[in-house]
C-alpha cells in the first residue's frame, strides 16, 4: 500500500513562495507505476487538479490556473514529490493534498492535506 504525508503549507503574503513536499512510503510496490498529483480545495468549492508528474518519465502536467507559477519536481533519492508555488495569489488558497494514481489500475491513493493561506 502506499502512503502519502504532504507538508510545508503556510501562511505567505500575495507575491510569495511556499514548497510543497509529498513524501511517499510504503511496501510492495514499484514507483514507476505511479503518478503523483497535487489538488487543492477551497472553502465551498471541489478538489480541482493542480499538477501531475510521472515518477518514471519525469513528465509533468498543470492546469492552466497555475502554469508558469507552479512547478513539480522529484527526488528519487528521498521518495519525494514537491510542489513550488510562486508567485501566490489569494486565489491559491487552498487545502493541498498529493496523490498517487497507478497508471495501470487507476486506484489511487490520498495523503492527508496541507493548508496553504495566502493573504493580500
Known amino acids: 500500500e502506499v502512503q502519502l504525508q504532504a507538508s510545508g503549507g503556510g501562511l505567505v503574503q500575495a507575491g510569495g513562495s511556499l514548497r510543497l513536499s509529498c513524501l511517499i512510503s510504503g511496501s510492495g510496490f514499484s514507483f514507476d507505476d505511479y503518478v503523483i498529483g497535487w489538488f487543492r480545495q477551497a472553502p465551498g468549492k471541489e478538489r480541482e487538479f493542480v499538477g501531475a508528474?510521472?515518477?518514471?518519465?519525469?513528465?509533468?502536467w498543470y492546469a492552466d490556473a497555475v502554469k508558469g507559477r507552479f512547478t513539480m519536481s522529484r527526488d528519487n533519492a528521498k521518495n519525494t514529490v514537491y510542489l513550488q508555488m510562486n508567485v501566490l495569489k489569494p486565489d491559491d488558497t487552498a487545502v493541498y493534498y498529493c496523490?498517487?494514481?497507478?497508471?495501470?489500475?487507476?486506484?489511487?491513493?490520498w495523503g492527508q492535506g496541507t493548508q496553504v493561506t495566502v493573504s493580500s
Open positions: 508528474i510521472s515518477w518514471s518519465s519525469g513528465s509533468t
Open positions: 496523490s498517487a494514481e497507478n497508471v495501470w489500475d487507476s486506484i489511487s491513493y
